[in-house]
């Protein structure tokens, strides 16, 4: 304010001088007072950018703001220090088409929705089929879910795509997926790379051909050597023991050949010892280490992620195997049974403390599109179960939906998935 009081006084000395009627001296009182005016505002920004930084306070993991109001009381929101002060990647985002909560026929079918401050979906990558290193540009607030997301770029196809972003996930760091990798040919690289024999994998039929190509050329070899004489024929009948040593015989047990089925265990045990168990790595869940927590969980092999994707959320892996079914348990305590080739994504799902924010006022709620909520017993006997009657009371009644569907403890479920080990605990 005394920067503010000093221009003022400069300008009004400046024009305390005789300036008389002339063009000039309208002009320079025109100036003046833009001057002034500019550097008001300058001070305004100044002090109201000072009072607002002081008005607020932001530790890290949480943003409180001074009481000056009552709504900003209890307000407390997670702190968004690190992550990206800008918009999302334009291509990476679709515009989101408001319904109020109406299906196609115009009825209500969600209540309480409408309204709020416009929104792009942002399309995030849940089934990560693309192989490949890719590397952490960003991580960035998505008004669409929960958790945080994180901008990755492909190091050699420079592609850029959304992920979920796991807790702890920085930028800079370095993320690969195996959904879409040839497992098979990456355990040969890998071997022949370490200069370990390669291991090829033939079956009965080329074994059975092996041996009769083998067998046919010791009887040439021994024909030929009957003629030169008994030198000759100890030599074939030694070929000939060799043939037959060379083909089993139907009585004995059958040797252990590196068929497919015999090789699978070993290659997948073999596998996991050579992939990156970095957190934000996704692949099949028979690649996976028992006991590891993982989040977006697929349900059908080979299928974007479904399950685990919400704020702080993980889940563990109790069973798998080179095939079949594999067993996880959830955050609620449900065990079920998933295909082992289902994608997983190590670790747990970012900004966990999502769950301790205040919103602090009913403004902030319809900003993000929800309208206010009416109590049932506020309503009129033909719009609610509770409605109706004299003061507070709900008619004798247990507390029901609008549709008259138990709302507290009452069992709705008719039927439950084959999948599920072991439900959720109930209270």
């Known amino acids: 304010m005394l920067a503010i009081r000093r221009v003022l006084a400069q300008q009004a000395a400046r024009l305390a001088s005789p300036i008389g009627g002339t063009r000039a001296g309208s002009s320079l009182l025109v ?58 990647i334009r291509e990476l985002t679709v515009a989101k088409r408001r319904t109020g909560g109406r299906n196609s026929s115009g009825h209500i079918t969600c209540r309480h929705r409408g309204g709020g401050a416009k929104r792009r979906i942002r399309l995030v990558d849940f089934k990560r089929s693309e192989p490949g290193p890719q590397q952490v540009v960003r991580l960035e607030y998505d008004p669409g879910r929960s958790a945080h997301i994180a901008l990755i770029k492909h190091m050699e196809t420079a592609k850029l795509s959304y992920i979920l972003a796991p807790a702890g996930l920085k930028p800079g760091a370095v993320v690969q997926s195996y959904m879409g990798v040839d497992l098979k040919e990456l355990v040969k690289a890998r071997r022949l790379g370490e200069g370990e024999d390669g291991f090829e994998l033939e079956t009965e039929g080329e074994s059975e051909a092996a041996a009769t190509a083998t067998g046919e050329a010791a009887v040439e070899t021994a024909s030929e050597e009957t003629a030169a004489g008994e030198t000759v024929v100890k030599e074939a009948a030694v070929e000939e023991t060799v043939v037959l040593e060379a083909e089993p015989s139907p009585d004995a047990s059958p040797t252990r050949q590196p068929t497919k089925r015999a090789a699978e265990p070993d290659f997948a045990s073999d596998l996991v010892g050579k992939i990156s168990m970095e957190v934000g790595n996704c692949m099949p869940l028979k690649l996976v280490p028992m006991g590891a927590t993982i989040h977006n969980i697929g349900l059908h092999p080979f ?96 507390p029901r939906s609008p549709w008259g569907k138990l709302a507290k403890g009452g069992k709705t479920r008719s039927r439950t998935s084959s999948m599920v080990i072991k439900g959720r605990p109930r209270r």
Request: charged share 25%; aromatic share 2%.
């Open 31 to 88: 100036s003046a007072g833009t001057a002034a005016q500019r550097a008001l505002m300058s001070a305004r920004q100044m002090s109201s950018s000072s009072s607002s930084s002081s008005n607020t306070k932001d530790d890290g993991q949480f943003k409180t703001w001074k009481p000056l109001a009552p709504t900003l009381r209890h307000r407390r929101m997670v702190s968004r220090k690190d992550l990206h002060k800008g918009g999302p």
């Open 303 to 398: 299928g974007r992620g479904q399950l685990v994707r919400s704020a702080g959320a993980s889940a563990q892996l109790l069973y798998t195997a080179s095939s079949g079914l594999a067993q996880i348990r959830l955050t609620s305590g449900e065990v079920r049974r998933i295909p082992v080739d289902a994608c997983a994504t190590l670790g747990q799902v970012s900004n966990g403390d999502h769950k301790h924010e205040k919103l602090g006022s009913a403004g902030a709620k319809r900003r993000r599109g929800w309208r206010p909520t009416v109590r049932g017993t506020a309503m009129n006997t033909h719009d609610h179960p509770h409605g109706g009657g004299r003061g507070k009371s709900k008619g004798n009644k247990h």
